[in-house]
């Protein structure tokens, strides 16, 4: 899954060679700000194809006094919102005066999508999904990209085809069911001593459950190692 990119968008500051007075100066230098931040995460190729960065337009009504010193920018992420910055201009010197300029930035990846319409407990392959071109602002920000073993994985709940496959949509596929007569594997240093068990319950690769040993009825934790096998956890 793709780290977000907008996590080291923290507090950050620089000094702009801007004329306070002139708007469309001052929009640009914010642009330039964020664009130099995300240069740290993005390569040019991808900040040119692949990131959206959209400055709100400021009223041409405004008027700022003239700056002693070069006016200053300061970029924060909106709290509840990763796609959305507030960037804060000021002056820190004589006429001190500072305004708010709210940024949208956004970014185009390839994310996991339905080839077909999908059941809940469908285990995926690799011909049920292909991966497309999306915006994401426009999807959940759980989407899967690229590197995801999507045949590990079973559905939670139908997917229409077109739609994006969010982690949250996704279970480890189980490899032993409650009531399955399962291998149960006991070690003791070099020795292995193996018997049959039945599971109390769903479970899915290296998961926990409890097994009842049909041999003397007792009932152990076990570890789910491989389909139909369980090794007892050591003490």
Known sequence: MRLRFFLF????????????????????AVHDEVRLKLSERFSQDELNNDVLIRVSQLDQRLKLSECDQQPDIQLQITRYNQHKLSAKVYCPSGKRWSIYVPVNVDYYTEVAVANRPLKRGDRLSLDDVSYERRRSSSISKFYITTGTKLDQFELKRSIGEGQVLSERDLQPVKLVYRGEIVRLLARSGALTVSSEGEAMSDASLGQQIRVRNLSSQRVVDARIVAPGEAQVAAR
């Open 9 to 28: 968008l923290l507090l950050s500051t620089s000094a702009l060679s801007i004329n306070a007075g002139e708007l469309d100066q001052l929009r640009q």
